[in-house]
């Protein structure tokens, strides 16, 4: 599992299918593959939301970056190697 909010939906979608379809998919032969994921669906799904609240945290989704607010931190744009910010307005 990692923060990334794309992979932790399709996760949780996976899991939330084999939990939905619980009953058929427990009397039909399973591979091996399979039968670890059916046994594991409930950790599965909580991985997936887990994913999904750290790739919102991370701002990221599908490896790319997702920046739904704009910054409160200012820099300047002068290309000094140094780096410093300010706060923008009356952000406190």
Known sequence: MFGDFGHGCLMML????MI????PLSRS?????????????????MMGVYSM???LVYNDV???????????WEYPED???????HLKGSYR
């Not at 399973?30 to 950790?43: N, T, V």
């Open 20 to 23: 939905y379809w619980e009953k």
């Open 29 to 45: 032969k399973q591979d091996e593959l399979f039968a670890m994921a059916f046994y594991g669906r409930y950790i599965m799904m």
């Open 62 to 72: 599908f490896s790319k970056g997702f920046s739904p607010f704009a910054s409160a």
């Open 14 to 17: 996976a899991a939330s299918a």
């Open 79 to 85: 290309g000094r190697p140094e780096v410093s910010a």
């Open 53 to 55: 609240f750290t790739g």
